[in-house]
């Protein structure tokens, strides 16, 4: 994909971003739709890297994919440490965690319906 004028749609996001976690291993990825819920994005993923350099990793390979695709720049909070990886990209927002820290916050609760809860356990 090259580098147009047209921006994506928040679908066509989602499914880069889902396609670059897939590349780089993440683990357990958990995308939850938004729309209707929150002003805040469309979609929401969640996923885990198995050790601090690896979330690093994954965050730094997202963020440079999609500038390249998209021409998009994403704000990243927490890079520097490696527990949580928050990745804005306007329409999708990114959590990467490390497992245990992933455990502790529980944001798939807090943002889930108890059917999509149910989906993703079946996952």
Same mark, same amino acid.
Request: hydrophobic share 35%; net charge negative; glycine share 4%.
């Given at each position: 994909?090259?580098?147009?004028?047209?921006?994506?749609?928040?679908? %066509?996001?989602? %499914?880069?971003?889902?396609?670059?976690?897939?590349?780089?291993?993440?683990?357990?990825? +958990?995308?939850?739709?938004?729309?209707?819920?929150? %002003?805040?994005?469309?979609?929401?993923?969640?996923?885990?890297?198995?050790?601090?350099?690896?979330?690093?990793?994954?965050? %730094?390979?997202?963020?440079?994919?999609?500038?390249?695709?998209?021409?998009?720049?994403?704000? +990243?909070?927490?890079?520097?440490?490696?527990?949580? +990886?928050?990745?804005?990209?306007?329409? +999708?927002?990114?959590?990467?965690?490390?497992?245990?820290?992933?455990?502790?916050?529980?944001?798939?609760?807090?943002?889930?319906?108890?059917?999509?809860?149910?989906?993703?356990?079946?996952?």
């Amino acid at each position: 994909m090259s580098l147009t004028s047209k921006q994506p749609s928040s679908e %066509e996001l989602l %499914e880069r971003i889902l396609s670059s976690l897939d590349d780089d291993k993440a683990e357990d990825v +958990v995308r939850i739709d938004l729309r209707g819920k929150s %002003e805040i994005a469309d979609y929401m993923v969640i996923c885990s890297g198995r050790s601090s350099r690896q979330v690093q990793s994954i965050a %730094e390979k997202l963020t440079d994919r999609l500038k390249q695709d998209f021409g998009r720049l994403s704000k +990243v909070e927490g890079k520097e440490q490696g527990d949580w +990886v928050l990745i804005d990209t306007g329409d +999708v927002i990114v959590h990467v965690f490390r497992p245990e820290v992933r455990a502790f916050y529980q944001l798939e609760k807090m943002w889930m319906s108890p059917e999509q809860a149910v989906a993703a356990a079946r996952n």
